[in-house]
């Protein structure tokens, strides 16, 4: 049996013709965008509403500005190791994407884009020579792609814009893929149901914080008849909501508290537990958005470490190879690669800093100018030379050194070798 990839996600199998009663997924997607994923909490979640959660906010915000503060970098492979191609057209491109954003700006909206929707999308505009001139991001709720005839294409909904756009014109950062390798699926979807209970919570919590303090009964000894208990009850409102600062109660008379504070019931436990779900579901370290229940926070390399490894790492090779596929010629592809600088992790505390560069410079792995170079300053004659634990000289004269030693004990062994002090060096 022959495998077909070109039958397997042709258009047929795609677009199945949708009803009301079995409608296609597209058009699922679609009204859940607008309206939101109606959950079994009654909230309806859609990446809008999920933003007003803080802690989704939080993980997007950590995770966008995390990546777009690296240092991403077109680097050159040749004889004598890499250089950063500084003059390149990709290079430029990429420093300058559009005229209205900013390299940072650029990037954060694409990792903001593909860690709320899980998808993101750049349109690539190119001059007459195919080389990309510009980079204009498209939000993903107006994208959707197609496989056509073992093509890859990109319909765009919007006004005065290609309705189809080839893939090779197009950045796509994909995120979680699991049934359509050609669309990332949005973590706002799959854990709609969590989120909807999070929204739940805030409008409880709030209905509690505005009504909770105001729902008062008033008890007594003695029969209240309709007509006093109305006066009482006008007269204790115009002190809770009016411009009245006291009242007065008939003896007898008590006011009791009926509704319960938010930590009677439980909201704030419940809103505690939700914001470190949401942080493993972005994977984000919980602390980083202050989740962690228990108050311990790990070192700041440890914490950079662990969401260097778990969230970034990611991302970041997601972006790179991406650029590569697609901002490269084909001639370019095999000497050129895009790389993020993850250096300025180590940016935590100035002992972090200055114990890695010592450790590296006396490693023999980092000279004196690398060092000088991750904290922007510059270098200086001879400091491209790796030294050596042995008295941190260069290692290239290493061999000298130690052949200088054998000759001085070798010649003072030959000028003194009588245990009775008496040189047999009868030219000394």
């Known amino acids: 049996m022959q ?12 677009e199945k013709r949708s009803t009301l009663s079995a409608p296609a997924e597209w058009l699922i997607n679609s009204l859940t965008n607008v309206f939101g994923a109606q959950t079994s909490s009654g909230q309806a979640v859609n990446t809008r509403t999920a933003l007003s959660i803080a802690s ?38 990429v420093n300058e994407p559009n ?3 900013t390299k940072f700006d650029f990037l954060k909206y694409q990792v903001a884009q593909l860690a709320l929707r899980g998808n993101a999308y750049a349109f690539i505009n190119r001059d007459v020579r195919f080389i990309g001139v510009e980079l204009h991001p498209i939000s993903a709720e107006f994208v959707k792609p197609v496989l056509s005839d073992g093509q890859v294409f990109y319909k765009v909904s919007l006004p005065n814009f290609p309705n189809l756009v080839p893939a ?29 209970v999070d929204l739940a919570a805030i409008r409880a919590s709030g209905d509690v914080y505005k009504n909770g303090t105001l729902k008062f009964l008033l008890k ?58 949401v942080a493993r579901i972005f994977g984000v370290p919980a602390s980083m ?18 969401f260097y490894s778990r969230t970034l790492m990611a991302y970041a090779i997601n972006i790179e190879q991406e650029m590569r596929r697609k901002l490269l010629t084909e001639s370019d592809k095999v000497n050129y690669y895009f790389k993020f600088n993850f250096n300025s ?17 006396r490693g023999g792995w980092l000279s004196r100018n690398e060092a000088r170079q991750f904290e ?44 009775d002090g008496n040189n047999n060096n009868t030219q000394a």
């Open 3 to 14: 495998f077909s990839l070109k039958r397997l996600f042709s258009p047929s199998r795609l």
């Open 56 to 93: 989704v906010h939080a993980c997007v915000r950590v995770i966008s500005d995390g990546l777009a503060t690296l240092d991403l970098k077109l680097y050159e492979e040749t004889d004598n190791g890499k250089r950063v191609a500084r003059a390149h057209y990709a290079s430029a491109l």
């Open 99 to 101: 005229p209205y954003q």
């Open 168 to 196: 090779v014109d197009m950045l796509h950062f994909k995120g979680l893929c699991f049934d359509n390798p050609l669309e990332g699926k949005s973590p706002v979807q799959i854990h709609a149901e969590t989120l909807g």
């Open 220 to 277: 007594s000894e003695h029969q209240i008849k309709p007509e006093q208990a109305q006066g009482l009850k006008l007269s204790l409102d115009d002190v809770i909501n009016g411009s009245a600062r006291s009242t007065v109660l008939p003896a007898g008379v008590a006011m009791e508290k009926l509704s319960m504070s938010p930590e009677e019931a439980q909201f704030l436990e419940e809103r505690q537990f939700s914001a470190e779900e």
């Open 289 to 306: 958005i202050g989740a962690n229940k228990d108050g311990v926070k790990s070192s700041v390399e440890q914490e950079y470490q662990d």
């Open 345 to 361: 992790l180590l940016r935590a505390t100035a002992n972090d800093r200055a114990d890695f560069y010592n450790k590296g410079i």
């Open 376 to 419: 922007d300053a510059n270098g200086f004659e001879g400091g491209e030379s790796y030294l050596i634990e042995a008295n941190l000289m260069p290692s290239e004269q290493i061999n000298a050194y130690m052949q200088a030693k054998i000759d001085q004990l070798t010649s003072a062994a030959f000028k003194n070798n009588n245990p």
